[in-house]
């Protein structure tokens, strides 16, 4: 690891005995899902039928993701409560096996776009159990102040990924082909799973009263706290109102600016960047406000976005983009923290799983939508929109956040009940935060 001086607040996490030897297996399990990005679909393209690639190339996509919000559903009561590193490790191995069964199926000749779609269907189905798992990890291991930085350190290593790993799987593919991509992915979740498996101390943690916990614990514990059902929902808001972009974005630079895919790299490569800067800054926002933060980041990010949807010179438009990456890199860590300070660790798997679950869909859901928005009014007015509509959201939840704190005389009952008598010191905080 870098040396880091001592002040800095990472320092505590890249010198924890203990996560400062699964930070490596994260760093090349997050380079393998990078190259993903480009693999999985362009393989899905080779093996679909001519006419229905798109459909293929989607369906794919789809695949790689959303089945975890199922996964998060059927296995609540079989993972809800076990410890981070349990959970997070179970997800690496499947994602390993289903993943290495691709490349397989390749070399016997049974590979079609069909089985190519359940595969990776399998290898998805523990994804939210597993990102549950690393941020309860933190909530584990480092105590709260030290919980923004850390998922700070998460952030930053997933923004790496996305800048790299991409243009380095083009390289791949072109030399030894996509499904051997897919291999390499397969093989850097078999170095994640073995280093949970090794670098940390077997731990298999469960509750009783987690264990016998209904399937939806995590989606009703959110519902009982007002301070995260307002989070979960500007969150589904945020991404679902950012998807159309996906779609706007390619036909923005071909049909209105005239260029190549060049720029459309450019672009990304320059929200990338700044989702890296961002990544670094947020570990130093650990004595902010978090849902002030949270609700700032969303206002930001729309103003960020409103360069692009206002035909500005791409010399301005570019450094907003990359302006746009910065302030949207601290968002879920900290969202993360929020969570982390509110639940239990035991509690924390499911709370996280159901998060989770939900948010995956918004940004396909708002996806799905900007092809109808693009079709009806273009690609610029629908990046304006999408902008505008950010923007609005945050001054929305600015105003209600203002109302609730301005409001005088709010009770807020606490989360105590006959059902469970115990609380932790994280929702004891969660109440203070509240006033």
Do not use: C, K
């Not at 997050?30 to 393989?43: H, Q, S």
């Not at 410890?83 to 049974?110: N, V």
């Not at 009263?209 to 514990?221: L, N, V």
């Not at 300070?341 to 799905?368: C, D, I, K, W, Y």
């Amino acid at each position: 690891m870098p040396r880091l001086p001592r002040t800095s607040p990472y320092w505590p996490v890249v010198s924890h005995p203990l996560l400062r030897r699964v930070l490596p297996g994260l760093a090349v399990s997050a380079l393998g899902d990078g190259m993903a990005v480009v693999a999985v679909p362009w393989l899905a393209r080779q093996l679909a039928p001519t006419g229905q690639r798109g459909l293929w190339i989607a369906v794919a996509v789809a695949a790689y993701t959303l089945p975890s919000a199922v996964g998060t559903v059927a296995f609540g009561r079989l993972l809800g409560g076990r410890g981070g590193a349990q959970l997070a490790g179970w997800d690496a191995i499947l994602r390993a096996a289903a993943l290495a069964a691709i490349p397989i199926a390749y070399l016997t000749g049974t590979l079609t776009i069909g089985l190519y779609a359940v595969l990776l269907a399998a290898s998805a189905l523990l994804h939210s159990w597993g990102s549950a798992g690393r941020f309860t990890l933190i909530a584990e291991l480092l105590p709260q102040r030290h919980h923004l930085p850390a998922n700070a350190v998460l952030t930053t290593i997933s923004g790496f990924a996305t800048v790299v790993g991409p243009p380095l799987a083009g390289i791949l593919i072109g030399w030894v082909g996509s499904v051997w991509v897919i291999a390499v992915d397969a093989a850097t979740f078999a170095v994640l799973a073995l280093t949970y498996r090794l670098a940390l101390p077997a731990t298999g943690t469960i509750r009783r009263y987690e264990h016998s916990a209904p399937r939806t614990a995590g989606f009703a514990f959110i519902r009982r706290q007002p301070t995260l059902l307002g989070l979960l929902v500007l969150s589904v808001a945020f991404f679902f109102l950012f998807g159309p972009v996906y779609v706007a974005m390619p036909l923005h630079i071909t049909d209105d600016l005239h260029a190549s895919a060049t720029l459309l790299a450019a672009y990304y490569t320059a929200f990338g960047i700044g989702g890296l800067l961002g990544g670094v800054v947020a570990g130093h926002l650990r004595h902010w406000p978090l849902r002030a933060t949270i609700i700032g980041i969303v206002i930001g990010f729309g103003a960020a976005m409103l360069p692009l949807g206002v035909g500005a010179p791409v010399v301005l438009s570019l450094p907003a983009f990359a302006l746009a990456g910065l302030i949207w890199a601290p968002y879920m860590s900290t969202s993360m923290a929020l969570f982390q300070r509110s639940a239990s660790t035991e509690q924390l798997p499911a709370v996280l799983a159901a998060n989770s679950a939900v948010l995956v869909l918004a940004v396909p859901l708002g996806t799905m939508l900007g092809g109808p928005m693009v079709g009806a009014i273009g690609p610029r007015p629908t990046l304006l929109l999408s902008g505008m509509a950010i923007l609005a959201l945050g001054l929305v939840a600015a105003g209600f956040a203002t109302l609730r704190r301005s409001t005088p005389g709010t009770v807020r009952m606490p989360l105590r009940s006959s059902s469970r008598p115990w609380r932790s010191q994280g929702e004891r905080e969660a109440e203070a935060d509240q006033h």
